[in-house]
Nanobody
Framework: QVQLVESGGGLVQPGGSLRLSCAASGFTSDYYAIAWFRQAPGKEREGVSC???????WYPDSFEGRFTISRDNAENTVYLQMDSLKPEDTGVYYCATDFPLCSWVPDDFKSWGQGTQVTVSS
């Protein structure tokens, strides 16, 4: 069973940076994608970045340039570097997997972490 554990969230001022981590374990296939989603209060969950097992990265148009996803295969960890943060980036950030392709549809992913809170405020 795949397990995901996010960490690295917190309170940051507008314009600041945070790096989130997603530690993964229990994969039964070599072909999988890991995506980051976020959910703001009262809003639907939205995808912010994704990385496939071959290292290909995907971003929605609105996030490319400020957010960078990367992976450390030795540590089975995926990172989300977030720069130039804005108050509207506030929300709970989740990593998700158990799907071979990158997608912005939450229901495509069968395994989710517990989420980490990111608050951007002065």
């Amino acid at each position: 069973q795949v397990q995901l554990v996010e960490s690295g969230g917190g309170l940051v001022q507008p314009g600041g940076s945070l790096r989130l981590s997603c530690a993964a374990s229990g994969f039964t296939s070599d072909y999988y994608a890991i995506a980051w989603f976020r959910q703001a209060p009262g809003k639907e969950r939205e995808g912010v970045s994704c990385i496939r097992s071959d290292g290909t990265t995907w971003y929605p148009d609105s996030f490319e340039g400020r957010f960078t996803i990367s992976r450390d295969n030795a540590e089975n960890t995926v990172y989300l570097q977030m720069d130039s943060l804005k108050p509207e980036d506030t929300g709970v950030y989740y990593c998700a997997t158990d799907f071979p392709l990158c997608s912005w549809v939450p229901d495509d992913f069968k395994s989710w972490g517990q989420g980490t809170q990111v608050t951007v405020s002065s």
